[in-house]
């Protein structure tokens, strides 16, 4: 059994860290390895910050101004969701009159197929944020007024369908020019919702989903046919 003077002796000494204990070539190579990884980390940081390009006014820009920054790699898709959702809304309502319409569908048109793309892809992270957001409210709502919480989100976004559609009017209608990039069939709109998605996103939002689905069969049915 240790006596109390030796149990005092070897407390006495001085803990030594990790890295003490590793041989000095071994650990200059680590450190030289932490401090070389900072900066590079530092250094592409700083190239990202210095080469995002910063939203414009959308209230004192043209169409073809907010869609060029909608389209730049280095713009719209760098933003954080909630802005980018704030930006889309600040846009929509903007141009949100005939006139306004028909001037930015101009710009969406003068868009390249990549420019397209980058934007698409941007604002369908926008949309499964919405959606999971919806799928958390509906999964809150007390089961009495669930069916009026699916009916509210249909017809806000049959509102939002017409007038992106241009109400009829093809120089209007902002989203012909990304038709192409549009699911044709339904095992390709499948296909495209699980690569944009988890599995836990896609489990998540499933009951709102079946309930929008089951309510507008509903809807269809009940509707006059002439």
Known sequence: MATSSSRKKGAGKPKTSLLSRIPARTRNT?????????????GVWLYYKVTTIPPPAVAKSSAQKVCDYLGDPRGFNRLSIPRREEFLT???????????REEFNRALRAMS???????LDATIEVARDRVM??????????????????DNVITGFR???GDLGGRGN????VGEPFKP???QRSD?????LVTKTTARERAKAQPLIDAISKRMKEMQAIQPRG
């Open 170 to 173: 093809p120089n209007m209608n």
């Open 133 to 150: 957001k919806f799928a958390d409210e509906y999964r809150r709502t007390p089961r009495r007024d669930q069916t009026k919480f699916v």
């Open 30 to 42: 680590i450190l030289i390895g932490l401090g070389c990884a900072a900066l590079l980390g530092g």
């Open 113 to 119: 197929v990549q420019e397209r793309q980058a934007f």
């Open 90 to 100: 600040n846009t929509y309502q903007h141009f949100n009159t005939d006139a306004g």
């Open 188 to 192: 390709e709109l499948g296909k495209m």
């Open 159 to 161: 509102a939002l369908q």
């Open 181 to 183: 990039f549009a699911p």
